[in-house]
C-alpha cells in the first residue's frame, strides 16, 4: 500500500468495511504511518469500538489480540507489529493546541447520572 499510495477515500473505504477486519487493520495501520495526527485521531478513535479478535504477529510469534486493542497501540505506542512508527503527538498536546476537540467518555455520561442518584438518595436519607 504504501508504493500504490491510494487515494484517501479508498483508504476510509477500507476502514469502514465491516466485513473484513483485517483490511480495516491494515487501513488503520497504512494511516497511523502516513497521515497527520489530527487525522489519525479523527480516523481511528471510532473504531476503538470494535472487539473482534485479531492475531497479530511480533517479536515473539503470533499472539491473539483485539481491534481495538490494536488501534489504542497505533495510538500510543511507538513500535506496533515489530514496526517502527514516525512520532506523533498525543491527544493532549492535539488538544491544547485546539487541532481536536476534547473526547467525552461514553462511560461519563454514566458516571455523572450515577453520582446524582447517589447525591438524590443521601439527601433523602438525611431529611
Known amino acids: 500500500m504504501l508504493q500504490l499510495q491510494p487515494e484517501r477515500d479508498i483508504i476510509l473505504a ?3 468495511d465491516p466485513e473484513f477486519k483485517y483490511l480495516r487493520a491494515l487501513a488503520a495501520m497504512y494511516i497511523r504511518l502516513t497521515w497527520n495526527a489530527a487525522d489519525v485521531f479523527k480516523s ?28 489504542d497501540e497505533l495510538l ?3 513500535r506496533v507489529c515489530d514496526i517502527a ?6 491527544r493532549a498536546m492535539l ?16 458516571l455523572e447520572s450515577e453520582g446524582e442518584d447517589e447525591e438524590m ?5 438525611g431529611g
Open 95 to 110: 488538544e491544547d493546541a485546539e487541532e481536536l476537540e476534547p473526547r467525552e467518555s461514553l462511560l461519563g455520561s454514566e
Open 76 to 78: 500510543t505506542k511507538e
Open 44 to 71: 481511528l478513535e471510532p473504531f476503538m469500538g470494535d472487539f473482534r479478535k485479531l492475531k497479530v504477529r511480533g517479536m515473539g510469534g503470533w499472539r491473539l489480540s483485539h481491534m481495538d486493542e490494536f488501534i
Open 85 to 90: 512508527l514516525p512520532r506523533m503527538m498525543t
Open 14 to 16: 477500507y476502514l469502514q
Open 121 to 125: 438518595e443521601g439527601g433523602e436519607e
